[in-house]
């Protein structure tokens, strides 16, 4: 294959490549697989050409790739018929697929179309034909497939990696437990969750009580800096009378000097004319 491929390595990626090819782009929650599809392309042909098929309906297969080309079209198409339809999914997406016990163990994929067709036989309208939101009959989902389809949704959540609650994985890489372990896993994930929502809340009440609190302060301190300027203009009015009357007070002093000196000066002048006479 050209060393050019484009990989779609998560969901924008995945999602912008889907629509350049013209393409149908699958999210890993809403990954399943028609176990009829499992016999159109051989486990190890599934991992050399990177490909999953997901459905077998009609003449027209769906096969799932992470890396779209020509040529791996081409050499998919002369295995499953030339009217195989092609659609997008995700890199680990698609690592999860060919890493699960469905590809794995051969004898496991022979159990699932034998199962498919048994309760078809029972169930003549059942079908098991991709649907490409998610919804699928119940009776055609694999254990596996959903519990992988799960915890590949889980890894995408942002943040979920930071929640300290364990999946049970082995050293195959295969989720180990029950649905109802898995169920109980993610509720103490969303319980976790939860704990650090009301933390945040809790958080967020007290900043807006800081911040009330300094608005009341620097209201309070406005409040206390205009008092401040009152009483300064007030102690310099009271300066300015207090240098008025000082002034005044000063004026009046010297009038009454001069006014003792006259009064002298008129007493000294009436002494000398009544001893002349």
């Given at each position: 294959?050209?060393?050019?491929?484009?990989?779609?390595?998560?969901?924008?990626?995945?999602?912008?490549?889907?629509?350049?090819?013209?393409?149908?782009?699958?999210?890993?929650?809403?990954?399943?697989?028609?176990?009829?599809?499992?016999?159109?392309?051989?486990?190890?042909?599934?991992?050399?050409?990177?490909?999953?098929?997901?459905?077998?309906?009609?003449r027209a297969p769906l096969v799932a790739v992470s890396t779209p080309s020509k040529e791996r079209f081409d050499e998919i198409r002369r295995l499953t018929g030339k009217h195989t339809r092609f659609a997008i999914v995700s890199d680990r997406t698609l690592d999860a697929l060919l890493s699960s016990r469905m590809f794995a163990d051969p004898a496991a994929a022979a159990a699932a179309v034998a199962a498919a067709a048994e309760r078809?036989?029972?169930?003549?309208?059942?079908?098991?034909?991709?649907?490409?939101?998610?919804?699928?009959?119940?009776?055609?989902?694999?254990?596996?497939?959903?519990?992988?389809?799960?915890?590949?949704?889980?890894?995408?959540?942002?943040?979920?990696?930071?929640?300290?609650?364990?999946?049970?994985?082995?050293?195959?890489?295969?989720?180990?437990?029950?649905?109802?372990?898995?169920?109980?896993?993610?509720?103490?994930?969303?319980?976790?969750?939860?704990?650090?929502?009301?933390?945040?809340?809790?958080?967020?009440?007290?900043?807006?009580?800081?911040?009330?609190?300094?608005?009341?302060?620097?209201?309070?301190?406005?409040?206390?800096?205009?008092?401040?300027?009152?009483?300064?203009?007030?102690?310099?009015?009271?300066?300015?009378?207090?240098?008025?009357?000082?002034?005044?007070?000063?004026?009046?002093?010297?009038?009454?000097?001069?006014?003792?000196?006259?009064?002298?000066?008129?007493?000294?002048?009436?002494?000398?004319?009544?001893?002349?006479?």
């Amino acid at each position: 294959m050209s060393a050019a491929e484009e990989t779609a390595h998560d969901d924008v990626s995945g999602r912008a490549l889907a629509e350049k090819w013209k393409l149908e782009y699958v999210e890993a929650y809403a990954v399943s697989i028609d176990p009829h599809a499992l016999s159109l392309i051989g486990h190890a042909d599934c991992k050399r050409l990177r490909a999953v098929p997901l459905a077998a309906t009609g003449r027209a297969p769906l096969v799932a790739v992470s890396t779209p080309s020509k040529e791996r079209f081409d050499e998919i198409r002369r295995l499953t018929g030339k009217h195989t339809r092609f659609a997008i999914v995700s890199d680990r997406t698609l690592d999860a697929l060919l890493s699960s016990r469905m590809f794995a163990d051969p004898a496991a994929a022979a159990a699932a179309v034998a199962a498919a067709a048994e309760r078809r036989e029972h169930d003549p309208e059942l079908g098991d034909e991709l649907d490409m939101n998610g919804a699928q009959p119940a009776a055609a989902l694999d254990h596996d497939s959903l519990v992988e389809a799960m915890v590949a949704a889980l890894q995408r959540v942002p943040g979920a990696g930071a929640a300290p609650v364990a999946l049970p994985i082995g050293e195959d890489g295969q989720f180990e437990g029950s649905i109802g372990d898995l169920i109980g896993q993610i509720d103490a994930t969303m319980g976790v969750w939860t704990s650090v929502r009301n933390t945040l809340t809790g958080i967020a009440a007290e900043l807006e009580e800081a911040k009330r609190a300094a608005r009341e302060a620097k209201e309070q301190l406005s409040v206390a800096h205009a008092e401040n300027d009152q009483h300064l203009n007030r102690v310099r009015a009271l300066e300015a009378e207090l240098n008025e009357s000082k002034a005044l007070v000063a004026s009046a002093k010297a009038r009454l000097q001069d006014a003792a000196e006259l009064l002298l000066g008129g007493a000294s002048t009436s002494e000398e004319s009544h001893e002349l006479l």
